[in-house]
């Protein structure tokens, strides 16, 4: 097996990778990255010097990839399957860029800043930052709402890597921002998210690490 994915199962990031990998059924090794355990982060660190999750090694192909979406990018070049991830049409493919970089920037990167506070200790707080946060959240969910009224998936009927993007970023932006009734096709997409086989595997995976999620 040449595709080793170093993650961990509790990261976003990380989640939307799998979800990738499972939605084609594409073998790979998992290594878990434990940063609290010194040996992990300098394997880590040697493959990849920043330091950050998920980061692919290609050992047949001689390459490593760092961040989720060029993961994604590259598998759906040399590992394509049944699901087209980055379709081939380029209008198609320029829209599911355009979507899984609103899904990581403006939904992920928001719901993360709220989720850091969290984990600050006692004042060190930042509710001006977690104001401004989840004011992008709101703002992120209306436009959700009006694109999925008469969507299935992120770019139409097809689900693609823009999909692997907002799986995770919702599943956990919901958590901490619930979206409620007010936002009924935003709620309804991440409800079929949550049914996708390949993102359902990534949060049962996840579980045995929930407690790590802050209240």
């Known amino acids: 097996m040449s595709l080793t994915l170093y993650f961990h199962p509790f990261s976003s990031f990380c989640q939307k990778v799998v979800a990738a990998f499972y939605e084609n059924d594409t073998p790979f090794r998992g290594q878990i990255v434990d940063f609290a355990n010194e040996a992990s982060s300098a394997a880590l660190r040697r493959l990849c010097p920043l330091s950050k999750i998920p980061v692919l090694r290609d050992d047949a192909k001689d390459r490593t990839i760092p961040e989720s979406s060029m993961i994604i990018e590259y598998l759906a070049q040399h590992h394509p399957g049944g699901t087209e991830l980055v379709p081939a049409d380029p209008e198609r493919a320029w829209q599911t860029r355009a979507l899984d970089r609103f899904y990581d920037l403006y939904v992920e990167v928001p719901m993360q800043k709220i989720v850091g506070d969290r984990l600050r200790p006692p004042g060190k707080h930042d509710p001006h930052g977690v104001e401004e946060a989840k004011a992008i959240l709101q703002t992120a969910y209306a436009m959700i709402d009006r694109e999925m009224g008469n969507r299935t998936w992120a770019i139409g009927d097809a689900f693609t890597m823009a999909d692997c993007a907002a799986a995770p970023a919702m599943y956990y932006a919901n ?41």
């Not at 997409?189 to 790590?212: C, D, I, K």
């Open 175 to 215: 958590l901490v921002l619930p979206l409620g009734d007010r936002y009924p096709h935003a709620a309804a997409y991440l409800g079929r998210l949550m049914r996708r086989r390949s993102f359902a595997r990534a949060v049962a995976e996840a579980e045995p690490y929930r407690s790590l999620f802050p209240k």
